[in-house]
């Protein structure tokens, strides 16, 4: 099992900077990718920033350039670091945990994200 807790949401205005962190515990070691995600209402859960256990990153195309995805893993922490931040990133964002041997998916609750224009 692998339990994951988000924190760092909150209300920005449009340019503003958030830094979203994913406290990972449980069979980390079993990871191979982590990411985050983020839905608004009536949509389905989109990718915006992931990272494998061999260090490579892949974005959304509505992040690319602005957000950072990175991971500590002496602590176990995941981050999102969202700069230049839009009205259209506001949602709310998920960690999300793969394993792959056997496949099976781990998310956190939720931090909002809301940007004011």
């Known amino acids: 099992q692998v339990q994951l807790v988000e924190s760092g949401g909150g209300l920005v205005q449009a340019g503003g900077s958030l830094r979203l962190s994913c406290r990972v515990s449980?069979?980390?070691?079993?990871?191979?990718?982590i990411d985050w995600y983020r839905q608004t209402p009536g949509k389905q859960r989109d990718l915006v920033a992931a990272v494998s256990s061999s260090g490579t990153t892949q974005y959304s195309d509505s992040v690319k350039g602005r957000f950072a995805i990175s991971r500590d893993n002496a602590k176990n922490m995941l981050f999102l670091q969202m700069n230049n931040l839009i009205p259209e990133d506001t949602a709310v964002y998920y960690c999300h945990a793969l394993t792959l041997s056997p496949v099976q998916h781990y998310w956190g609750q939720g931090t909002q994200v809301t940007v004011s224009s």
């Open positions: 449980g069979m980390t070691d079993e990871i191979d990718i």
